[in-house]
């Protein structure tokens, strides 16, 4: 309970930047979108490249600790952004001293990294262990859905906070409620887990033949989930001309929509084929990025946002909840599992967005949804080699 109170405010203040940080990079760079994607693609490669290493600091101080401390990192890291938006260089960012500029941002990155470090891996490990096996896919459909709710608040707050003042404010707020997830976190159960492998020896175990169907389902999972974090607001915030407050109604409009469909979801994916689900669902949803190629009114991106919800929701549910399982299925070895998880994600929305730079060198933006539809299909890999376990498992030839 504790673990889901706090991410719930965790989500509250990711909620309220979640579309528009990356539009907040887009005005800072004076509407240069390769220097934003240039700096998200930095912090995912300095965490996937940290994490083995980071992970082996953790057992000194727990995961409970952890928990607790990298809250101070994530309001760290918002108040770096304060700081930028306090020097008001929105206007001609090639015209002013890009040194304090460029300080904070590396600064931002290293705080970024260290947050990740200790919050992700914790994180994960206690869902893994504490879920109840049966009814997982319902419990992460709960908690989905309970934050969504409060998330549906988030982009329209936010984006009236934009009209009337500007980002500084934004940025006080998304502090305070991640300092205030400290008092649900006080209460955390203690896990006693260790990452025991070091450091060359997690980099044999990622591309090891054993773990090949995995990491790439986590690759493309990644991969999908860049475009959705950095171009997609930056696409809407084009197409919306600028206006911060329908960028954040019709944000919230689908969060809503998707809402019950959600808890839908979970109750029907513990009791149906995950394998099957997430076959349909990548199919629907790796069409769904496709038809955003073509959008060109805020109609539009209602309507196929709110398709690519639930489409996305289709897939998800059942993803993540045969992520936990494979998780818990590791035992003592939940946590190694978990930082092979989170070098696959990050890794992959690395290398997507490394591919974006250079597909937009040719063609405008919305092109690289194509790329996000053939990486949505990925998490087909999770879902085979389960049935695969399950065959060799049952005596099946399969």
């Known amino acids: 309970m504790a673990l889901y109170s706090g991410r719930m405010i965790l989500r509250t203040a990711t909620n309220l930047l979640g579309i528009f940080l990356p539009i907040f990079l887009y005005e800072l760079f004076a509407f240069n979108v390769k220097y934003v994607i240039i700096y998200y693609l930095i912090g995912h490669f300095a965490y996937a490249l940290s994490v083995a290493w980071g992970c082996r600091f953790l057992n000194l101080i727990g995961l409970r600790r952890s928990l607790r401390i990298t809250l101070v990192f994530g309001a760290m890291y918002y108040f770096s952004f304060y700081l930028l938006s306090k020097l008001k260089i929105f206007v001609d960012f090639n015209a002013v001293d890009k040194q304090n500029i ?3 941002l590396a600064v931002s990155l290293f705080l970024l990294t260290i947050h990740r470090i200790m919050y992700w891996t914790p994180v994960h490990t206690d869902m893994a262990k504490f879920m109840n096996k049966k009814n997982r896919a319902k419990q992460l459909s709960l908690m989905e859905a309970t934050t969504a709710f409060l998330g549906a608040v988030g982009p329209i707050l936010a984006g009236l906070i934009l009209m009337k003042y500007n980002y500084d404010v934004l940025f006080i707020i998304a502090i305070v409620c991640y300092l205030s997830a400290l008092i649900p976190f006080m209460y955390l159960p ?13 980099w044999q175990e990622f591309f090891s033949k054993k773990r090949r169907k995995a990491v790439l ?33 019709i944000s919230s409009l689908v969060v809503v929509a998707a809402i019950v469909l959600q808890l839908f979801m979970g109750k029907f994916a513990d009791a149906s084929s995950k394998q099957k689900m997430i076959h349909w669902g990548s199919a629907l949803y ?25 489409t996305k929701i289709f897939a998800r549910t059942p993803f993540d909840a045969l992520t936990y399982e494979k998780a818990a299925d590791q035992g003592h070895f939940v946590d190694e599992f978990t930082v092979i998880h989170e070098m696959a994600i990050q890794f992959g929305k690395g290398l997507m967005l490394v591919f974006t730079l250079i597909l937009i060198s040719f063609v405008s933006l919305e092109w690289t949804f194509l790329l996000a539809a053939i990486a949505s299909l990925a998490m087909n890999f999770l879902a085979d080699e389960k049935a695969i376990k399950k065959g060799r498992h049952s005596g099946s030839r399969y």
């Not at 203690?190 to 997690?202: A, C, D, G, I, L």
């Not at 696409?235 to 001309?241: A, H």
């Open 102 to 104: 460029f300080l904070l």
């Open 190 to 202: 203690r896990t006693k887990e260790r990452f025991s492998w070091t450091y060359s020896e997690t």
């Open 217 to 249: 389902a986590f690759l493309g999972d990644g991969a999908e989930a860049a475009v959705g974090i950095v171009i997609w607001p930056i696409f809407i915030f084009e197409v919306l001309k600028g206006n911060y407050l329908e960028v954040g109604i």
């Open 286 to 310: 790796a069409l769904g990025w496709f038809i955003k190629i073509f959008v060109l009114t805020a109609f539009q991106i209602f309507v196929v946002s709110a398709f690519h919800s639930f």
